[in-house]
């Protein structure tokens, strides 16, 4: 696993000192990408991890002196408000890890716990010098973002991010017959400015074949890649994938990582949404350089509800407030006609 924040004790100190010199080192030994600044580096071996960091113009973050002074990465994340633990035990089972931390204390942190299992397998599987390579020779990504304004503007109503989604932990499978590009198919035919493509196996039954099944299909829509993300080979795969925008959880991660993973996400072309609960995490988003797409989401931690938009007068209710778009999955994807669904929750087809 790659986190800044969670390397032991012998590396901080290496790395304090090694920032402390302005070492310079060998541009072979230092991975890039066309030409930009060594990347911090998550659970790396010590002498890459120093080597990146030492050149980056993040080393005097605030998360990063509390790292060197020996504050956990949970503690540092807590100090930003963050509720969600992380173990950094890739290697260790679920049991091991609930023997040492207890039980988790919401649905997310089960998720973020057994997500740093699965990202450590998927690095041994794939490595992050051959998933990167994959993301550079992906086809160019399209613009997220703009195309959710330019439907706003057409439509003057919130433009639609319509999720394609087979399952979720509360409310179980909600379409048995999924055919994932079936679905994104009708959701651009009706006016979808987006789409959101769920690509955790374990809780929502998607995948990222899913991804790269409706992005070869023709679909011209911007894709979002729905996942948890607490890595950037994550990121890195889901370009690969065809994805041109994904989620950043403020829940789950600190300011660094949030900083660090826009600035692939600007590398490539990407758009990134990140995702707050309450008004602590927007306040912290909202003082993050970069950031263009905020979504508010009204599930709590404890539980995992759904966005519950089902009608013409909840669009509206939201559109009031100051919302630009809105992601919809439970009350389109559970209709006979997904695509159809888009004008009733409207009360009108919209323009695309």
């Known amino acids: 696993m790659e986190s800044l924040l969670a390397a032991p004790p012998s590396i901080r100190a290496s790395f304090a000192a090694a920032g402390a010199r302005g070492r310079s080192l060998p541009p072979s030994r230092v991975a890039t990408l066309a030409g930009a600044r060594a990347r911090p580096l998550r659970c790396a071996a010590k002498d890459y991890l120093l080597e990146e960091m030492a050149q980056d113009d993040m080393l005097n973050a605030t998360e990063l002196v509390q790292w060197e002074n020996g504050k956990s990465i949970n503690d540092i994340a807590a100090s930003q408000g963050i509720r969600i633990r992380r173990h950094c035990r890739p290697t260790a089972t679920l049991k091991e890890i609930e023997e040492e931390l207890g039980t988790p204390r919401n ?17 041994a599987k794939i490595p992050m010098k051959d998933v990167i390579q994959a993301a550079m020779q992906a086809p160019p990504s399209r613009d997220f973002f ?39 198919q009708a959701y651009e035919k009706n006016g979808a400015a987006c789409l959101s493509i769920l690509t ?46 994904v989620l950043l ?36 988003v909202l003082k993050i350089n970069g950031v263009q797409l905020i979504g508010i989401n009204n599930r709590s931690l404890g539980v995992v509800g759904e966005s519950g938009l089902f009608t013409p007068d909840d669009v509206a209710y939201v559109q009031n407030a100051g919302v630009s778009a809105v992601l919809v999955g ?23």
């Open 107 to 123: 649905i997310l942190e089960k998720i973020i716990w057994e997500k740093e299992i699965e990202v450590a397998e998927g690095h």
């Open 146 to 184: 703009g195309a959710l304004a330019a439907a706003y503007k057409l439509n003057g109503v919130p433009a639609l991010i319509a999720e394609v989604k087979k399952a979720s932990p509360s409310r179980g499978v909600l379409r048995e017959n999924f055919n994932p590009v079936e679905i994104g």
């Open 200 to 245: 955790d196996e374990k809780y929502f039954q998607g995948s990222f074949e899913n991804l790269e099944k409706v992005r070869k299909s023709g679909v011209k829509c911007p894709l979002l890649c729905k996942e948890f993300v607490i890595d950037k080979w994550q990121i890195y795969y889901a370009r690969s994938k065809g994805a041109d925008a």
């Open 249 to 284: 959880i403020a829940a789950v991660l600190p300011d660094l990582d949030i900083k660090y993973f826009l600035r692939i996400c600007k590398e490539f072309g990407m758009t990134a949404l990140i995702e707050v609960h309450d008004e602590r995490e927007m306040e912290r």
């Open 330 to 352: 439970e009350s389109l994807v559970k209709q006979e006609d997904p695509g159809r669904g888009i004008s009733g929750l409207y009360g009108k087809e919209l323009l695309h």
